[in-house]
């Protein structure tokens, strides 16, 4: 009998290569499935997943407030900042601008998880004279460097390398979230699509739970495998952005995970940042 395909899609990094790496390397046994995967950035996953083009993905928790009738969380799968995400920074030695001067951001997507807290952020500290510009998010800091831009929000490794490259904090979004609701801040997630069998939901879920499962009891192999996409981190900084981000949170997002997710969602549709209230599902 030929295998069900299942194409899975996440980000070409650390923490989730981490996460698939037993089911990327056939650690696990399958069944029936075979499982295909694509390693492409969170934006561009988080556009494709409009159309369905993948049974599994991840997404930012953004984008999902405009795909849960194409797709449903996995419970597990999660990436949970708790007091740290991503961040804002500026030239060590970069001019803060007046409220009343335009601040020029770079962003890695108008979908990410993010650029939402951001402008939750801003809102707060009455910025509104702000340019957002679109820029892959290994880019960012390079052309924040070179005084292309203002500021930069800063995702994925970046998050640890940025004083390394002459770059200053100016807020954590995590720290902020945390401050904000007492809640860890839920960046991304898997979701899996609505229209596959119930017996195919549940069997996926399983094997996701599975690998991160793996990983987190083997951790050195897997993150040997890793490091392989960590964009030259060392060994400790890389098991230290592991850590942060594939956790008992990723095996189950839990009580207060869930409840995370609805918050963020509900503050989004309040500030019109959403376009629909939603009620998240999880599988």
């Known amino acids: 009998m ?29 069944g029936p499935y075979e499982f295909v995967h694509e390693l492409v950035d969170i934006e561009t996953l988080n556009r494709r997943a409009f159309h369905g083009e993948l049974e599994l993905t991840a997404v930012s928790v953004h984008a999902y407030a405009y795909l849960n009738d194409v797709y449903a969380l996995c419970n597990c799968g999660a990436s949970m900042g708790d007091q740290y995400g991503p961040i804002l920074v500026e030239t060590a030695d970069g ?33 509104t004279n702000v340019e957002f510009i679109k820029v892959p ?43 904000q609701t007492g809640l860890p801040l839920p960046l991304g997630a898997n979701a899996i699509r609505r229209d596959l069998p119930s017996q195919t939901i549940s069997d ?7 690998s991160i499962k793996y990983a987190l009891d083997h951790r050195e192999e897997a993150l040997d495998y890793a490091l392989q996409f960590g ?53």
């Open 2 to 30: 030929p295998k069900q395909i299942i194409r899975v899609g996440h980000s070409p990094d650390s923490d989730d290569a981490f996460m698939f790496y037993a089911l990327a390397k056939g650690k696990l046994d399958a």
């Open 95 to 127: 001019r803060r601008q007046t409220a009343a001067e335009k601040m020029r951001i770079a962003i890695p997507g108008e979908l990410t998880t993010a650029f939402l807290t951001l402008k939750l952020y801003l809102a707060q500290e009455g910025r």
């Open 137 to 179: 998010f290994d880019q960012i800091q390079d052309e924040v460097k070179a005084g292309k831009y203002d500021t930069g929000l800063i995702i994925h490794e970046g998050q640890l390398t940025y004083e390394q490259e002459g770059l200053k904090l100016i807020a954590d979004m995590g720290v902020w979230w945390k401050e």
């Open 204 to 210: 996926v879920v399983r094997l996701l739970h599975a």
């Open 231 to 283: 964009r030259g981190l060392r060994r400790s900084d890389a098991d230290k952005f592991v850590g942060m981000y594939v956790n008992d949170w990723t095996l189950d997002f839990g009580d207060v995970g869930r409840r995370a997710v609805r918050e963020l969602l509900q503050r989004a549709y309040d500030h019109g940042i959403v376009p629909k209230r939603v009620v998240p599902e999880f599988i």
